[in-house]
């Protein structure tokens, strides 16, 4: 089993509509998770980071959390064609940060 | 604040040479971590650092690869007798403390022949 699974996509989701990304790992001592955004030829940046069982918003991108279910997900609202990127799970065990393959998405203008 | 720093951008090189990378982190960051990124993929963890402690290398790390941060500032990459297997985006990243975000560099682009 891969330490951290996304499915590679390309996720196709009209302009305005939700996206919605997901993640499971397989280390149930991670501690935090992290989603990055990168865009091709770009390196990775911090989008959203969440520790807790539950769902955590900020602005247009809300994180969700289920540690007894392994699984972590990444919605996008409104979503707008500056969307269109590569997205990477990112779990966080004792500072070992592991990133899964990316989903691609592309927002359909 | 002027971001992580890596350098060279791009380097081409032909099988069996050594080849070097640097990585400037962001002042006072102290973990520094190195990723190898091929396309299509996501970032494989490589090996990283708090300050000049080398706390992980990846067991997947062949022996011709190794790293250092000897004052806990900037790092070096090293990877001896290169293969083709090699060539890839070599990433590197900071962050403050543990368990913080991590601040990438541009990379360096690895091209052996």
């Known amino acids: 089993q891969k330490e951290v699974e996304q499915n590679s996509g390309p996720l196709s989701v009209p302009e305005g509509a939700i996206a919605s990304l997901n993640c499971t790992y397989s280390?149930?001592?991670?501690?935090?998770f992290f989603w990055y955004r990168q865009y091709s030829g770009k390196s990775p940046e911090l989008i959203m980071f969440?520790?807790?069982?539950g769902d955590k918003e900020d602005g247009r991108f809300t994180a969700q959390l289920n540690k007894a279910s392994q699984y972590v997900s990444l919605l996008i609202r409104d979503s707008q064609p500056s969307d269109s990127a590569t997205y990477l799970c990112?779990?966080?065990?004792?500072?070992?940060?592991?990133f899964g393959k990316g989903t691609r998405l592309h927002i359909l203008p | 604040d002027t971001g992580v720093s890596q350098d060279p951008r791009h380097k081409i090189t032909k099988r069996g040479q050594n080849v070097t990378f640097r990585c400037d982190p962001i002042?006072?960051?102290?973990?520094l971590y190195w990723y190898r990124q091929t396309l299509g993929q996501g970032p494989e963890f490589l090996t990283y650092?708090?300050?000049?402690?080398?706390?992980?290398k990846s067991r997947l790390l062949s022996d011709r690869f190794s790293a250092e941060r000897p004052k806990g500032s900037f790092s070096t990459l090293e990877i001896q007798r290169t293969e083709q297997g090699d060539s890839a985006m070599y990433l590197c990243?900071?962050?403050?403390?543990?368990?913080?975000?991590?601040?990438f560099g541009s990379g360096t682009q690895l091209s052996v022949l």
């Open positions: 990243a900071s962050s403050p403390d543990r368990g913080e975000k991590l601040f």
């Open positions: 650092f708090q300050n000049e402690a080398q706390l992980e």
């Open positions: 990112a779990p966080n065990r004792d500072d070992k940060i592991i």
């Open positions: 280390d149930r001592g991670s501690q935090s």
């Open positions: 002042s006072e960051h102290n973990r």
């Open positions: 969440i520790y807790s069982n």
